[in-house]
């Protein structure tokens, strides 16, 4: 049975709360709570990352993460969920720590907000270990993200994902035929050759740099 909705006096409803997705987040098919909405979105001073996860067991997949920078911009989606899931999607973001946000300053929606509620972002932990193997990032994972980014962002933000973040140099692994990544996502074949396409011209362009840079 769904709880009633009840609201404050700033208008501000109690019955939900919304995430900002930068990773699989963006890829609604990857959701396993009941959303009420989602809005593609812009966060402000954050900057998107690959890091190693935490030292436990598994394969070292490299995990996405955001963190401070004041002229940083991080596209994702902006997801609404009921109050009641919050509990749920703390458990899948495991390791990382719930960090609200100011709606009205940090994030810029491309289309209204449905909701005024609270607004928060994960960050990964800082203070746990990180696993002693070099990381790399699962194929299967990426797949999840870059869909998310294609279907809600289109090949322009797919491209400045694959610009603005960084670490993108400790490779991947491909796992596609037997996915790691427990939301793994079916692609068409035009998706798949997107993607690789996409990806090709990032890695070139990182050399480019790298090589007028040195």
């Known amino acids: ?57 598994g394969f070292p997949a490299a995990l996405l993460t955001v963190r401070r920078e004041a002229d940083g911009t991080c596209d994702g989606l ?16 495991a390791c990382y720590r719930r960090v609200q946000l100011d709606m009205a300053t940090d994030l810029d929606l491309l289309e209204p907000a449905p909701f ?6 994960y960050v990964a932990e800082d203070d746990i270990p990180l696993h002693p193997q070099p990381p790399k990032i699962l194929r299967s994972y990426l797949d999840a993200v870059m869909l998310g980014f294609l279907v809600e962002h289109g090949e322009e933000g797919l491209s400045r994902f694959l610009a603005q973040t960084e670490g993108f140099e400790v490779g991947i692994h491909d796992d596609r035929d037997a996915p790691i990544y427990p939301r793994p996502v079916t692609l068409a074949d035009a998706q ?13 362009s990182a050399i480019e740099s790298a090589r007028i840079a040195g």
């Not at 902006?78 to 973001?93: H, I, P, S």
């Not at 996409?198 to 890695?203: C, I």
């Open 192 to 204: 798949r050759a997107i993607f690789e396409r996409m990806l090709g011209e990032a890695s070139k």
């Open 78 to 93: 902006l997801v609404f969920d009921r109050a009641e899931n919050l509990a749920a999607v703390d458990a899948r973001e």
């Open 116 to 121: 005024d509620c609270p607004a928060y972002v």
């Open 1 to 57: 049975m769904r709880h009633a909705e009840t609201s404050h006096a700033n208008g501000e409803r109690s019955d939900v709360i919304a995430y900002f997705g930068y990773g699989s987040l963006v890829c609604r098919a990857t959701h396993r709570t009941e959303i009420v909405a989602a809005v593609p979105a812009r966060l402000s001073g954050w900057r998107r990352q690959w890091r190693a996860r935490p030292d436990m067991p």
